[in-house]
C-alpha cells in the first residue's frame, strides 16, 4: 500500500544518511576485497559490510522483494569467497586421492631425458620419508642415447637429506626432496624438446607433492 511505500522509501533515505560514510568505506572494502584472494580479507570485508547495511532481509527491514537481499559489491564478495572455498576443497579432494595412492602404490617412473640422453625416473621410496620426491639420473652413455633402461634396485632406498647426490659420469646421480627436484627443474633448458618435457614432468611431481601436503594438513 502507499503507506508501505513512503515508510520503506523514508527507511532507506534514513539508511542513506546514517550509514553514507560506513557504506562509502564498506563498497570500497569489498571491491578491494573481491579480487584479493585473501579468504581473511573477504570475511572482514563481509562483517563491515553488514555493519553498513550493504545486506538484510526483508522481513526485518521491508527492502526488496522478500527474502534477504544484497547489494552488488557484497554479492561480488559472497561469489568470489564461494570459488575460492570451492577450488581449494577440490585441491584437498584430489591432494587427499593423490595421497592415498602414493601410500598403497610403489611406483617407478621414467620423467623424461635430459641433453645427454639420460633418463631420470621417479622412485617411489619402500622406507619413511615416503613424502619426499626422489629422482634418479642414469649416468651417460657412450653407446646408446638413453643408455640404461632400468633404474638400479637401490634406486628403491630412501636417502637422508634434501639435497642432490652428484656422482661421477658412470653413476647414479639422486636428487632428494622438493628443493633438489626444483633446482634440478630450473637447471633445464625450456628450448630443447627432451629438456622442456622432462621440466615439465618435475614440475607435475612437484605439485602434487604440494597437493598431498595440503590435503594431510586439511
Do not use: N
Amino acid at each position: 500500500d502507499l503507506e508501505g511505500i513512503v515508510a520503506r522509501r523514508d527507511l532507506i533515505k534514513h539508511r542513506r544518511d546514517t550509514f553514507g560514510p560506513a557504506r562509502d568505506a564498506a563498497q570500497e572494502g569489498l571491491r578491494a576485497a573481491a579480487s584479493s584472494g585473501d579468504a581473511a580479507v573477504m570475511e572482514a570485508a563481509l562483517e563491515a559490510a553488514r555493519a553498513a547495511a550493504l545486506e538484510g532481509d526483508c522481513d526485518e527491514d521491508g527492502i526488496g522483494p522478500g527474502g534477504r537481499w544484497v547489494a552488488a559489491e557484497t554479492r561480488d564478495v559472497y561469489t568470489a569467497l564461494h570459488e575460492m572455498h570451492k577450488y581449494r576443497d577440490e585441491r584437498v579432494a584430489e591432494g587427499r586421492r593423490q595421497l592415498e595412492l602414493s601410500q598403497t602404490i610403489v611406483r617407478t617412473a621414467p620423467l623424461g631425458r635430459d641433453r645427454y640422453g639420460r633418463r631420470h625416473w621417479l622412485v617411489q621410496p619402500l622406507e619413511e620419508p615416503r613424502d619426499q620426491p626422489h629422482v634418479w639420473c642414469e649416468p651417460r652413455s657412450s653407446e646408446l642415447v638413453g643408455g640404461i633402461v632400468e633404474p638400479p634396485r637401490e634406486a628403491s632406498r630412501a636417502a637422508d637429506g634434501g639435497e642432490s647426490r652428484p656422482c661421477g659420469k658412470r653413476d647414479w646421480q639422486h636428487f632428494v626432496g622438493e628443493s633438489a627436484c626444483a633446482a634440478l627443474a630450473a637447471s633445464l633448458d625450456e628450448r630443447g624438446e627432451r629438456e622442456s618435457h622432462l621440466r615439465a614432468s618435475l614440475e607435475r611431481t612437484l605439485r602434487s607433492r604440494q597437493l598431498q601436503r595440503l590435503a594431510a594438513s586439511g
